[in-house]
């Protein structure tokens, strides 16, 4: 399985980060992305990357910390996106559920490093918290000039046709496995086979068994699970169709 979507340098993992990643082979994780959230962040993304073979990376800056980005941020994104381990440009976004960062600045620096992502010909990694119609609109600004994955989907069947028919994947992480997660379910059982990748963003939205645990990467085998139960597909397959299709997607994965 690949963790397409984690944050294991939070300081939750702060106690046991290489015990854990030392662990994931044996649990059934062949790699795992590392998502940036900020210049520093992703800095330090590249060196765990650099540390362990099956860890990769997004250089970003995420919606909330959009505020006060350096003039030059864009340059060292982009010198960041030259690492052989930097698979794309992420997390980015919009986040209107907390508004860390004022709504305007959050809209320049999303089209900002959405244009950066057109020039490096990189692949994108999309944060959408109540802020789905100025997303749309960003991406089809981009329309067959930028693709990549709406990352922990949360949407509606109806959000998640436009993603679609924009080029982008659609990741599912625990909050697929919650009770409530009605509309999900239906996303769940209509992305096409060649659009589907699982995450767990942990350490957060730990899945059902888990709930109430911080969230790893081994986790995302329950995920796995809960998709295999609603698109009635074989486990084996699923797997093989959601690491093929992280690969294709991020095309610096090494095969």
Same mark, same amino acid.
């Given at each position: 399985?690949?963790d397409?979507?984690?944050?294991l $340098?939070? &300081?939750?993992? !702060?106690?046991?980060r290489?015990?854990? %990643?030392?662990g $994931?082979?044996?649990?059934? +994780?062949?790699?795992v %992305? =590392?998502?940036?959230?900020n210049?520093?962040?992703? /800095?330090?993304?590249? !060196?765990?990357s650099?540390?362990h073979?099956?860890?990769?990376?997004?250089?970003? +800056?995420?919606?909330? &910390? +959009?505020?006060? /980005?350096? =003039?030059?941020?864009?340059?060292?994104?982009?010198?960041?996106?030259?690492?052989?381990?930097c698979?794309?440009?992420?997390e980015?976004? $919009?986040?209107y559920?907390?508004?860390f960062?004022?709504r305007? /600045?959050?809209?320049?620096?999303? !089209?900002?490093? $959405?244009?950066?992502?057109?020039a490096?010909?990189?692949?994108?990694?999309?944060?959408?918290?109540?802020?789905?119609?100025?997303?749309? =609109?960003?991406?089809?600004?981009?329309?067959?000039?930028?693709?990549?994955?709406?990352?922990?989907?949360?949407?509606? /069947? &109806?959000?998640a046709?436009?993603?679609?028919d924009?080029?982008?994947y659609?990741?599912?992480?625990g909050?697929?496995?919650?009770?409530?997660?009605?509309?999900?379910? #239906?996303?769940?059982?209509?992305v096409?086979?060649?659009? %589907?990748?699982?995450?767990? #963003?942990?350490?957060y939205?730990?899945?059902?068994?888990?709930?109430?645990?911080?969230?790893?990467?081994?986790? +995302?085998?329950?995920?796995? !699970?809960r998709?295999?139960?609603?698109?009635?597909?074989?486990?084996?397959?699923l797997?093989r169709?959601? =690491?093929?299709?992280?690969?294709?997607?991020?095309g610096?994965?090494?095969?």
């Open positions: 399985m690949i397409s979507h984690c944050h $340098l939070e &300081e939750r993992f !702060d106690s046991d290489e015990e854990l %990643i030392a $994931l082979g044996g649990a059934g +994780v062949s790699a %992305i =590392e998502a940036g959230t210049l520093a962040d992703s /800095v330090q993304a590249r !060196d765990l650099r540390a073979p099956m860890i990769y990376f997004l250089a970003g +800056v995420h919606p909330h &910390e +959009v505020a006060g /980005v350096p =003039e030059n941020y864009l340059g060292r994104l982009g010198e960041l996106y030259r690492d052989e381990k698979l794309g440009i992420g980015i976004g $919009l986040d559920h907390y508004d960062s004022p305007a /600045v959050q809209l320049r620096v999303f !089209d900002e490093q $959405l244009s950066l992502a057109k490096l010909s990189a692949p994108v990694c999309i944060h959408s918290r109540e802020a789905t119609q100025h997303v749309l =609109e960003g991406l089809a600004r981009y329309r067959g000039e930028v693709i990549g994955v709406l990352h922990c989907f949360s949407g509606s /069947v &109806e959000t046709k436009a993603c679609l924009l080029g982008y659609i990741s599912f992480a909050p697929v496995t919650f009770k409530n997660a009605n509309k999900l379910l #239906d996303v769940a059982k209509m096409p086979d060649d659009r %589907i990748l699982i995450e767990t #963003d942990s350490p939205l730990a899945p059902v068994p888990m709930r109430g645990k911080r969230n790893q990467p081994a986790f +995302v085998a329950h995920t796995l !699970d998709l295999c139960e609603l698109r009635n597909q074989n486990r084996e397959a797997e169709l959601t =690491e093929e299709n992280t690969q294709r997607l991020y610096k994965m090494v095969k």
